[in-house]
Every structure is written in C-alpha cells, then in structure tokens.
C-alpha cells in the first residue's frame, strides 16, 4: 500500500487561500477528497500519474487546483477563493482504478486527512 500523509490545513477567512500537500510514496493517480461533518466524503479532483490529465468537482472549478511534482513525490491542491461551504476534513488518496477515477471506490490507500476551516 501507499503511504501518504498531508499537511497545510489550517483555519482561514472566507476568499482566503491554503495549499494543501500530499506526500505520496508509490505510482499512481491520486486525488482529494473531503469530508465535512455529518456529510458523507465527496470527490474534489484528482490528476493523472504524469500530470497531463486533471478532474474536478463542479463545486471548486475554478478555485482549486491539483498538481504533483513526482520527483518531490508531492501533490498539491492550492484552494483560492475559499468559502465556509469548503470546510471538511481534506483526504489525500491514491487511486486504483481510473475509471472510477471519482469515486472512493476507485482508491485504495488514504492520508489521515487535514482539516480547513474557512470562517465567514
């Protein structure tokens, strides 16, 4: 399995910015997921083992952006313009499965997550 581990959450006023990061030790795609409380965890992106492919969920289009640097073995989500709606506790995961590129089923090793606060 992959062994992943984030960091970079923190609490931040609304429009503000963070940069999440992954640090992942295998060859995969990898993606973000979240979760806020009482809600069940959802996709946010995801980006392909070179790079050149990248997904994301409608909510934060335009505001997040997923890249990797394979040869720090790091992938990064940058979140601008950030809204309370996209407070959750962020998950870092390595995928499995392409097709299911969006799903939780499409990932098989998980980071212990970050959380991101974001006040009004």
């Known amino acids: 399995q992959v062994q992943l581990v984030e960091s970079g959450g923190g609490q931040v006023q609304a429009g503000g910015s963070l940069r999440l990061s992954c640090l992942a030790s295998?060859?995969?795609?990898m993606g973000w997921f979240r979760q806020a409380p009482g809600k069940e965890r959802e996709f946010v992106t995801t980006?392909?083992?070179?790079?050149?492919?990248?997904y994301y969920a409608d909510s934060v289009k335009g505001r997040f952006t997923i890249s990797r640097d394979n040869a720090k073995n790091t992938v990064y989500l940058q979140m601008n313009s950030l809204k309370p709606e996209d407070t959750a506790v962020y998950y870092c995961?390595?995928?499995?499965?392409?097709?299911?590129?969006?799903?939780?089923?499409?990932?098989?090793?998980w980071g212990q997550g970050t959380q991101v606060t974001v006040s009004s």
């Open positions: 980006v392909s083992w070179n790079g050149r492919n990248t």
């Open positions: 995961a390595a995928g499995s499965d392409w097709l299911r590129k969006t799903q939780l089923s499409g990932y098989n090793s």
């Open positions: 295998g060859r995969s795609f």
